[in-house]
C-alpha cells in the first residue's frame, strides 16, 4: 500500500550543519497493517511521518501510494486519503467549534461544503453514536465548546475524527506524549480499539518502548535515518522492554 524506495533527505545543505538523515531509505507498509514506529529523539520519526503526508519533500527516491507515486503531490492532495494526529491536542481540531460541529466537519472531509450546510441536525444522531465510542460520556455534551474539554478529551475527539472519515491511511504522530500517564493508557487502548473498529491501516511513531512492545501488528525501530531493526507482531512476543532498552543504550554509544 504505501512504499518509500530509496529516499533521500538531507537538512542545511551546502553549510556546516548538513545533516544527511535518510539516504537510501527503503520501508514498506502493507494495507491493514498497524505499524509502530519508534526511535530517540533526532532518530527521524517525525521526519518519516512528514515525508509521508508530504510537509517535507524528499532529496531523491519515490514514495508510491495505492500503486500511485505521490513523490511530487502537494500536502493537501495527499491529506484526502490520509490523516494525521498530532502530539499537541489543540491541532486536531477547532477549539472555537462545539464537538457537534467539529465532527460534522471530520464527517464531510473532502466534500464541498460549508459549516452551515455541513452541520444538519439530522447528523445529530450518527455524531453522537460516533462520540460514544469514546466512552467518555461526550456524546451527552455535543454543544459545548471544545476549547473547554481536557487535554485527554480534546485529543481523544481528534482520534475519533481522524478516523471517522475512514482514510486510506492514518498518522499518530506521538499522539500521547502531551498526556498524563493515566490518560495516555486510556488513549491507547482506544487507540486500538478505533484501528480495529475502523480497519485502519497506521503508522504510530512513539518514543515509548512499553507501547511499542504492547500494540501494533509490527514494530520498527529508527536510528539516525535508518532500520535497525523490523520485526511482526510474532516476533516481538519473544523481546522484552529491558531489550529494546539495550538496544536504545548501544545505539548512542
Same mark, same amino acid.
Given at each position: 500500500?504505501?512504499?518509500?524506495?530509496?529516499?533521500r533527505?538531507?537538512?542545511?545543505?551546502?553549510?556546516?550543519?548538513?545533516?544527511?538523515?535518510?539516504?537510501?531509505f /527503503? =520501508?514498506?507498509?502493507? +494495507?491493514?497493517?498497524? *505499524?509502530? !514506529?519508534?526511535?530517540?529523539? &533526532?532518530?527521524?520519526?517525525?521526519? #518519516?511521518?512528514?515525508?509521508?503526508?508530504?510537509?517535507?519533500?524528499?532529496?531523491?527516491?519515490?514514495?508510491?501510494?495505492?500503486?500511485?507515486?505521490?513523490?511530487?503531490?502537494?500536502?493537501?492532495?495527499?491529506?484526502?486519503?490520509?490523516?494525521?494526529?498530532?502530539?499537541?491536542?489543540?491541532?486536531?481540531?477547532?477549539?472555537?467549534?462545539?464537538?457537534?460541529?467539529?465532527?460534522?466537519?471530520?464527517?464531510?472531509?473532502?466534500?464541498?461544503?460549508?459549516l452551515?450546510?455541513?452541520?444538519?441536525?439530522?447528523?445529530?444522531?450518527?455524531i453522537?453514536?460516533?462520540?460514544?465510542?469514546? /466512552? =467518555?460520556?461526550?456524546? +451527552?455534551?455535543?454543544? *459545548?465548546? !471544545?476549547?473547554?474539554?481536557? &487535554?485527554?478529551?480534546?485529543?481523544? #475527539?481528534?482520534?475519533?475524527?481522524?478516523?471517522?472519515?475512514?482514510?486510506?491511511?492514518?498518522l499518530?504522530?506521538?499522539?500521547?506524549?502531551?498526556?498524563?500517564?493515566?490518560?495516555?493508557q486510556?488513549?491507547?487502548?482506544?487507540?486500538k480499539?478505533?484501528?480495529?473498529?475502523?480497519?485502519?491501516?497506521?503508522?504510530?511513531?512513539?518514543?515509548?518502548?512499553?507501547?511499542?512492545?504492547?500494540?501494533?501488528?509490527?514494530?520498527?525501530?529508527?536510528?539516525?535515518?535508518?532500520?535497525?531493526?523490523?520485526?511482526?507482531?510474532?516476533?516481538?512476543?519473544?523481546?522484552?522492554?529491558?531489550?529494546? =532498552?539495550?538496544?536504545?543504550?548501544?545505539?548512542?554509544?
Amino acid at each position: 500500500m504505501l512504499h518509500l524506495q530509496n529516499i533521500r533527505k538531507s537538512f542545511h545543505s551546502n553549510t556546516l550543519n548538513e545533516l544527511s538523515l535518510f539516504d537510501n531509505f /527503503n =520501508l514498506n507498509i502493507n +494495507e491493514g497493517e498497524f *505499524v509502530v !514506529v519508534l526511535g530517540s529523539n &533526532g532518530s527521524g520519526k517525525s521526519s #518519516l511521518l512528514n515525508l509521508i503526508d508530504g510537509q517535507l519533500g524528499a532529496d531523491g527516491g519515490k514514495i508510491l501510494f495505492m500503486n500511485k507515486d505521490i513523490s511530487h503531490q502537494p500536502s493537501f492532495k495527499r491529506r484526502q486519503l490520509m490523516s494525521r494526529v498530532y502530539q499537541d491536542p489543540s491541532l486536531g481540531t477547532s477549539p472555537s467549534l462545539t464537538i457537534f460541529e467539529n465532527m460534522s466537519l471530520a464527517l464531510n472531509k473532502g466534500k464541498p461544503f460549508n459549516l452551515t450546510r455541513c452541520a444538519q441536525d439530522s447528523q445529530r444522531e450518527v455524531i453522537a453514536n460516533y462520540v460514544a465510542l469514546l /466512552n =467518555l460520556g461526550l456524546e +451527552e455534551k455535543l454543544d *459545548v465548546t !471544545v476549547s473547554w474539554l481536557s &487535554g485527554g478529551q480534546r485529543q481523544a #475527539l481528534s482520534l475519533l475524527m481522524a478516523v471517522c472519515s475512514q482514510p486510506k491511511l492514518l498518522l499518530l504522530d506521538e499522539h500521547t506524549a502531551a498526556l498524563d500517564p493515566r490518560t495516555s493508557q486510556h488513549m491507547m487502548k482506544l487507540t486500538k480499539k478505533l484501528i480495529e473498529d475502523f480497519k485502519m491501516t497506521t503508522v504510530m511513531i512513539t518514543h515509548q518502548i512499553k507501547d511499542a512492545l504492547e500494540y501494533g501488528d509490527r514494530c520498527v525501530m529508527l536510528h539516525e535515518g535508518s532500520i535497525v531493526l523490523d520485526v511482526s507482531n510474532e516476533q516481538k512476543q519473544h523481546l522484552q522492554p529491558k531489550d529494546l =532498552l539495550s538496544l536504545f543504550h548501544s545505539l548512542s554509544l
